[in-house]
């Protein structure tokens, strides 16, 4: 929330959203033009759901709102250039070396399926709890063609929690061949 710029008026997609604590947040808080809430498992998806629709949020709202089934594994060319977005975010979602191996394929094919002059920013937040993870994480990242850069603000405690394992934002670049 305290880079709104990078969600007013744009089209944003979430992978992972959970219960959609964040995406909520940031469609009241952020006016962003439209907001994909995404997961793969269809209790998750229901409970998304039903805290999207009580929260006063749909397509027919402004932001316009929905909630997708994206499974990192089996999404075409196809899906990924039908959701288009200017903005990716994924909170929490480094935490098993399998699954950052199915995020990487998955963020490789949407900046695939960008236009080139339109690529989406994409932002990940992790809480490091495993550094070894992460740390694959991050080299799945660079072997796929994917740098990523740091993001040093400082980040203020709004929500009081352990800060034992530490928080880290990136933001996700193309490298560029030739």
Not at 47 to 63: A, D, F, H
Not at 108 to 125: G, H, M, T
Not at 148 to 154: A, I, K, L, N, W
């Amino acid at each position: 929330l305290q880079n709104q710029q990078v969600f007013t008026g744009r089209s944003v997609l979430e992978l992972g959203s959970g219960v959609g604590l964040t995406g909520i947040g940031i469609c009241r808080s952020c006016s962003p033009n439209r907001f994909i809430f995404s997961d793969c498992h269809a209790s998750v998806l229901q409970k998304l759901r039903e805290n999207v629709q009580l929260n006063g949020l749909s397509e027919q709202t402004s932001p316009s709102v929905r909630v997708d089934e994206l499974d990192w594994t089996t999404a075409s060319d196809e899906t990924i250039r039908d959701i288009g977005c200017d903005t990716v975010i994924a909170a929490d979602v480094v935490y098993d070396p399998d699954v950052a191996g199915s995020l990487v394929k998955l963020l490789v094919k949407i900046l695939n399926c960008s236009s080139a002059e339109r690529k989406p920013e994409i932002f990940i937040c992790s809480t490091v709890r495993n550094p070894e993870t992460y740390d694959g994480f991050k080299r799945q990242l660079e072997t796929a063609g994917i740098s990523h850069h740091v993001m040093s603000e400082p980040v203020p405690n709004v929500f009081p929690y352990d800060r034992l394992a530490p928080i880290e934002l990136i933001k996700l670049f193309r490298v560029q061949e030739g």
